[in-house]
């Protein structure tokens, strides 16, 4: 079985999921291009918790976790099977690391799991399920949790981390066209993470906070940008970054996808 990277995505508006364009192609090819994985384990800026846990539900339900969007998205349903064992196995591999991990026998898949999912396996064929992240920690812990799964990668288990490279709903500019960015920092912080990644320079990466240029602009609270720590620590110890897609939304999303090789 081969070896799968680990990937991150930005998983932009719930919007995504009635006319996802440019990025909705751009997940169905790296979908494409990949072997079909046996599961996806998908670490969700949309599920946080105080403490590592793991979803092991059999039938994970679609979560409509927003508001104030048209009706149709709302009925959209996204219902992959789940995977109780390997969520389970998950479970075991970080408490063997020194975490301590919950089980959520009942959580369905949030929308920063089944929007990019959707247009990934449309046909909901491939098992998924959900790992909470800590908003109370920092990037060391979100990297040590991937660091706990980096022998999924052999298994033919992808780990899907979800998110946003930029994330500053305030300041978004919901005309503006796309590509254009409404303030000087998002181009900047969007640049200094994709330096930062192709150089492997993990400890700049790890004290963003202090090192990236407009670091807290781009992240008043960091639970979207968290997710790139698990996928950088389950690709292994060194892993070699691919940026995969590259755009702008709203002015201020930045719609970034990587692989971990």
């Given at each position: 079985m081969s070896t799968l990277p680990t990937l991150f995505v930005s998983h932009g508006s719930p919007m995504l999921a009635l006319d996802a364009g440019a990025t909705g192609l751009a997940w169905a090819e790296i979908a494409r291009t990949l072997p079909?994985?046996?599961?996806?384990?998908?670490?969700?800026?949309?599920w946080l918790s105080a403490q590592a846990a793991v979803s092991t539900t059999a039938s994970p339900a679609t979560i409509h976790d927003f508001y104030g969007?048209?009706?149709p998205l709302f009925r959209i349903q996204y219902t992959p099977p789940g995977a109780p064992q390997l969520a389970e196995q998950v479970?075991?591999?970080?408490?063997?690391?020194?975490?301590e991990v919950g089980i959520d026998p009942a959580r369905g898949l949030d929308h920063g799991a089944w929007v990019p999912l959707k247009n990934m396996y449309p046909d909901a064929d491939v098992p998924a399920f959900q790992l909470a992240i800590q908003p109370r920690q920092g990037p060391e812990?979100?990297?040590?949790?991937g660091r706990a799964l980096a022998s999924l990668r052999e298994q033919g288990v992808l780990v899907l981390a979800s998110g946003s490279i930029t994330h500053n709903l305030r300041e978004l500019e919901w005309d503006i066209p796309e590509g254009v960015a409404s303030n000087e920092y998002v181009?900047?912080?969007?640049?200094?993470?994709?330096?930062?990644?192709?150089?492997?320079?993990?400890?700049?990466?790890?004290?963003y906070r202090r090192q990236a240029p407009g670091a807290q602009r781009a992240h008043p609270t960091d639970e979207h940008y968290l997710p790139l720590y698990v996928a950088l620590g389950a690709a292994g110890?060194?892993?070699?970054?691919?940026?995969?897609?590259?755009?702008?939304?709203?002015?201020?999303?930045?719609?970034d996808v990587y692989a971990f090789h």
């Open positions: 079909k994985p046996r599961a996806v384990v998908v670490a969700s800026a949309h969007f048209p009706e479970a075991a591999l970080l408490a063997d690391a020194g975490f812990h979100h990297w040590r949790l181009p900047a912080f969007q640049h200094w993470v994709y330096q930062r990644l192709l150089a492997g320079d993990r400890a700049a990466l790890l004290d110890d060194a892993p070699r970054a691919e940026r995969l897609f590259t755009s702008l939304t709203h002015g201020g999303l930045a719609m």
